[in-house]
């Protein structure tokens, strides 16, 4: 299969997904390119929020709104490890820039400076982080594990986690419920 960038677009899981990592999610992919694939589940929320993981980190926070801003299951790996997406790029110690518009970042200056009132305009909390070996996402999108669609902002940070998937399908002009989970080629 011919190689793609879907970097800044949504993966959106199949009903047949049997993976339970992926299964009914919207990842987030933050990079795309001949290496593989770095993204984020974005509507999978877990039981932990903002202000829980500060406290974890003993950052304390002096802006009470972002307290209970959940945090996303990211992906299977490096749960251990914390991402915020967010809009603008900004500038931290370790922020990969996604487009001109979103950025990337795991140092704890961000955590920080979030917790002090100095957040970015929006932002997407997560552990851990989906990944992919060069290939593979191109792979599973011709065993028709995933649709494609271009990324909306809107969608990762003025949505509910729980509106976020139907939200995306609906912008490529698809009803989720009416999916099915049979899995064939035309």
């Known amino acids: 299969m011919q190689s793609v960038d879907l970097t800044h677009h949504f993966l959106m899981a199949m009903p047949a997904m049997a993976d339970p990592f992926f299964s009914k999610t919207l990842t987030y992919i933050c990079e795309h390119s001949d290496q593989g694939a770095l993204g984020l589940v974005v509507n999978r929320p877990i039981d932990l929020t903002l202000k829980d993981l500060l406290d974890q980190l003993d950052i304390s926070a002096d802006d009470e709104t972002v307290g209970g801003l959940p945090v996303m299951f990211g992906?299977?790996?490096?749960?251990?490890?914390?991402?915020?997406?967010?809009?603008?790029?900004?500038?931290?110690?370790?922020?990969?820039?996604?487009?001109?518009?979103i950025g990337l970042t795991t140092s704890l200056d961000i955590l920080r400076a979030i917790a002090s009132g100095e957040s970015p305009k929006q932002l997407l909390v997560a552990l851990g982080y989906s990944g992919w070996a060069p290939g593979q996402i191109e792979h599973e999108l011709s065993q028709n594990a995933w649709l494609t669609v271009p990324a909306s902002p809107g969608i990762i940070f003025d949505l509910p986690a729980e509106e976020r998937l139907i939200a995306a399908m609906r912008s490529l002009g698809v009803d989720f419920s009416a999916l099915s989970d049979e899995i064939g080629h035309s």
């Not at 992906?75 to 990969?96: A, C, K, N, Y």
């Open 75 to 101: 992906g299977p790996i490096q749960l251990d490890r914390g991402f915020v997406l967010h809009q603008p790029v900004g500038e931290w110690q370790s922020t990969m820039a996604v487009n001109d518009e």
